[in-house]
């Protein structure tokens, strides 16, 4: 008898005596095993340091990877955009790396991979960013390129023109994507054409059409200044690298005051439901959203709300997801989130669907926010609260996630240890503190509806569910004239 054989033989020996052990006869494959205990979330401390020219640095070290990732955060984003110039901070944004220092966009570009870095720069609703990833090995290096792309941008004309014919090319585009038309149209609907969340935060085509390299200076030059600015260093260093942030950011100067960004006020509730049909004429199928005005940061009550959405559209078991996907087949997937702000968030349920099942699936929607009200089962509080709580580390497993963490932390002034208290809050989290945060948070008599579809095959439907005062209107509309693209 061969070796092979003689192996092959104990194998099976191995696996007869196993499938009649006490440990396999005993095993219970009836239902899921429940998960183990939840760890609490500990994070790495943060230091706070300063340079001589009064900027803050938050450093976070972590140590397991060789890299470190370096944020300079200035609170200018969309918010700061002057009336009627909406999309201006986006557009300074862009183009800070797209020449700086003398170097061109390709010049940066190859010192920048040269090193094996990466630097971008972009802009919230609440504030700007310049990000820089490398290696630690080559972190004095990039910091040079780093502090030449935020603070020495040079604005080529060519550049602006690229990116704003890109800018106009994505708003042309989105007028034929129903989801994108009904973002538009519900933060609309919802704070209003006069709030600032309620226009683009790019931007219309109007205002994009109309930037020019004095008002992009002019902006980065009002708004990107040390008093209004901050560093976030995550990574693996230590406070040693202090003197190499003071050389590339100590002498940042301001050339004036910055002025004070301006106060955006607190959008208004709600006060009854509305409803909005968009006709997009032969869409393949329906883009539903609801929303209201919805908490700012910081949320006080941040995990009952991460809980109780976890339970109505937060997870692939939610129940939004359950009824309209599993259930009726209504649509690929439905759900729900909060987004947060300085000046009011937005709550929001999204899911696109079959055109000829526009209204049973918007009528299930409502099901399911009336359902919400109601105290929910101690069987779907628990696997709701340990949902969330399992799985919260995941957000801060890199680099790159934990030093997003601490950019909202500064941004929105998040007090020290709110991260880790989520996973005991959100554990906490029984069936009244489920109920209790849906009524503070949802209201279906008080939120807009808005589909996206075609009017001829889904205008009835709509009306047959008497939801409220139905209002038509076009994609022009809601996204403008269709932009001119040279």
């Known amino acids: 008898m061969s070796a092979r054989t003689v192996s092959r033989a104990a194998l099976l020996a191995l696996a007869a005596a196993l499938a009649t052990s006490p440990l396999q006869a005993q095993a219970d494959r009836s239902k899921p095993p429940k998960p183990g205990p939840v760890r609490s979330l500990k994070l790495p401390p943060v230091e706070r340091l300063s340079l001589s020219n009064g900027m803050s640095v938050l450093l976070v070290g972590v140590h397991e990877v060789p ?31 797209e020449g700086a220092g003398g170097k061109d966009a390709l010049a940066l570009a190859d010192a920048i991979d040269f090193l094996g870095a990466t630097i971008g720069a972009g802009a919230s609703w609440d504030a700007s960013t310049v990000r820089l990833r490398v290696p630690v090995a080559r972190l004095d290096d990039a ?33 034929d994507v129903p989801g994108a038309i009904a973002s538009r149209a519900l933060a609309q609907a919802v704070f209003g054409a006069g709030h600032r969340y309620g226009r683009p935060q790019a931007g219309g085509a109007a205002e994009i059409a109309s930037f020019t390299v004095a008002d992009l200076r ?15 260093v995550v990574g693996d260093v230590t406070a040693a690298v202090l003197p190499a942030l003071e050389k590339a950011f100590g002498s940042w100067k301001a050339s004036s005051g910055a002025p004070a960004p301006p106060a955006v006020p607190a959008p208004r509730q709600l006060s009854s439901r509305s409803v909005w049909l968009v006709d997009k004429k032969e869409a393949a199928q329906s883009s539903l959203r609801l929303g209201r005005i919805g908490p700012s940061w910081p949320d006080q009550a941040y995990a009952p709300n991460e809980v109780m959405n976890t339970l109505l559209g937060g997870s692939f078991t939610s129940r939004l997801n359950d009824n309209l996907r599993e259930q009726h087949g209504y649509a690929y997937g439905a759900g729900s989130r909060f987004r947060r702000n300085l000046a009011g968030g937005l709550f929001f349920v999204a899911t696109d669907v079959q055109t000829d099942k526009t209204g049973p699936a918007l009528g299930e929607v409502f099901k399911e926010l009336d359902r919400i009200l109601l105290p929910a089962s101690p069987e779907e509080a628990e696997r709701a609260r340990n949902y969330a709580a399992l799985g919260y580390a995941g957000d801060f497993e890199t680099t790159s996630q934990l030093a997003q963490r601490m950019v909202d932390k500064l941004v929105y002034g998040l007090p020290d240890g709110f991260y880790e208290a989520f996973v005991p809050q959100a554990l906490a989290t029984d069936v009244a503190g489920l109920q209790k945060a849906a009524r503070a948070a949802i209201d279906p008599k008080r939120l807009a509806v808005v589909v996206v ?11 047959a569910l008497n939801l409220g005062t139905l209002r038509v209107l076009s994609v022009d509309d809601v996204m403008g004239k269709a932009p001119t693209v040279d």
């Open 67 to 97: 890299v470190v990732e370096v944020i300079l955060v200035v609170r200018a984003g969309a918010t700061a955009d002057p009336q009627g110039r909406e999309g201006l901070a986006a557009m300074t944004a862009d183009l800070l790396d």
């Open 143 to 175: 910091l040079a390129l780093m502090a030449d792309v935020a603070l020495r941008p040079d604005f080529p004309e060519a550049e602006l023109q690229r990116l704003r014919k890109q800018a106009l090319t994505d708003l042309l585009q989105a007028r």
């Open 218 to 232: 002019a902006f980065h030059a009002a708004r990107y200044t040390p008093t209004a600015a901050s560093l976030v």
């Open 453 to 463: 579809g075609d009017r001829a095959k889904v205008e009835a439907p709509l009306r």
